[in-house]
Structure formats: structure tokens, C-alpha cells
């Protein structure tokens, strides 16, 4: 059995040694080095990637290389998929969509619903609209590609996520986060997903607050 404190381990110095109760409190091990699946940021343009790798390359793991290969590869087919897509649906295009007036957000803290309660309101059809999680996925490029996108790259993602056993599959409503995430090479607290050590550095983008290093430039 496990004890609570070796679970929490850095609790309770956490006051005090805040800095490094975050380094002691989370303990991670190697796994699946090999997968590429299920992985959010298949759908990076070229752009955004190589921003990441240039900014973030001190704190990959490197026996992650594979996927580091795969998805560089990847962004280049992205980049490509986004250039058709500026040329099918350019800017005037895109500006002449009415958007609604009135959004409904889903606020709350991970594991407390609020993806069930997206799914229940994503199915009255009538009322609502959401992203799916290829359009969220592959932001550059899903308006004309998601049709043969989702045969493409359907054994990229495994029936159910592998935090939960939620069911997973590309026409299921998700998170607009993960769009946000790729578009803006980063700036999102989704990124601990993939940089889970560097967790801390990515509180800015819950509220941009001063008092975990955000900025006005962040913000805007």
C-alpha cells in the first residue's frame, strides 16, 4: 500500500519552499516512448512547432525522439494543409461568418464534469454548436480537410482517452483550448501536457496574473 504522505510528498513545505515542493510533488516515469497516439499536437502547423522546439528544447526528454520526428514531419503536412485552406477560404471568407451572441462557457476544475456537461449540451443540436476534436485538433486546415482527415488519421487515437476511458473519437465535442494551444505556438495551460515538469511556467495562462508571471503582451 501506499502512504497518503509518500502520495503528497513536499506538502507541507509547500508554503515555505514553494519552489521546491513543484519539483518534489509530481514524480514521473518513461512511458510509451515508442506512441505516437492520442496526442493533441498532431494538428501544429510547421510555424508554431519549430517556435516550441527552439524555446522548449532544453526541457524535452530525449527519448522522446520519435515523437519529436513524427511530429515535425507532421507540421510540414499541417503547413501544407493550411496553405490550401488560406487559398479555399481566405480572410473575407472567414470575416463574413455571423458568429453568436451569446457563447455559453463551461468553467470549472479538471475531473469535476465539465466534460460531461459539454457532451449533454453539445447533443441539443438545435440550440448549440461545438467544436469536434478533429476541428480543434487540425485548426489550419479542418474546414476543407476533415472528411478525409478523419480516415487518415483515425489510428491515431485510441476508442477511449487514456486518462479516463471517455470515449474518444474525432466527432465527439471538445475543448476550443486545444485549438488556442496550437495556434498560439504554446500560450496555454494546456501545455503541461507535454512539458508536465515545467508545469509552473504555464500558470500565467489561467488568468494572466502578475503574481505568476503574466504580462499584458500575454494577454493580448
Known amino acids: 500500500m501506499v502512504s497518503a504522505g509518500a502520495v503528497v510528498r513536499g506538502f507541507d513545505d509547500a508554503s515555505a519552499h514553494q519552489e ?34 527552439r524555446t522548449q528544447w532544453r526541457h524535452f526528454d530525449w527519448c522522446y525522439v520519435p515523437r519529436v520526428l513524427f511530429l515535425t514531419v507532421l507540421s510540414l503536412f499541417n503547413s501544407l494543409l493550411g496553405i ?67 480516415r487518415l488519421f483515425a489510428g491515431t487515437i485510441d476508442p477511449t482517452r487514456p486518462m479516463d476511458s471517455m470515449p474518444l473519437h474525432f466527432d465527439l465535442p471538445q475543448e476550443d483550448e486545444c485549438a488556442t494551444m496550437l495556434l498560439s505556438r504554446g500560450a496555454s495551460y494546456y501545455m503541461p501536457i507535454y512539458l508536465m515538469t515545467r508545469e509552473p511556467a504555464f500558470r500565467r495562462f489561467l488568468d494572466f496574473s502578475a503574481a505568476d508571471g503574466g504580462t499584458a503582451d500575454d494577454e493580448a
Open 20 to 53: 521546491a515542493a513543484d519539483a518534489c510533488m509530481f514524480h514521473f516515469e518513461r512511458k510509451h516512448v515508442y506512441s505516437v497516439k492520442n496526442n493533441p499536437m498532431c494538428g501544429i502547423s510547421f510555424g508554431q512547432w519549430w517556435h516550441l522546439v
Open 84 to 150: 490550401v485552406e488560406s487559398i479555399l477560404y481566405p480572410d473575407a471568407v472567414i470575416h463574413r461568418v455571423e458568429l453568436p451572441t451569446d457563447p455559453v462557457f463551461i468553467i470549472g476544475h479538471p475531473r469535476t464534469g465539465t466534460t460531461l456537461l459539454h457532451n449533454l449540451l453539445a447533443s441539443d443540436a438545435a440550440n448549440f454548436y461545438t467544436c469536434t476534436t478533429f476541428c480543434t485538433g487540425f485548426p489550419s486546415c479542418f474546414l476543407w480537410f476533415e472528411a478525409w482527415g478523419k
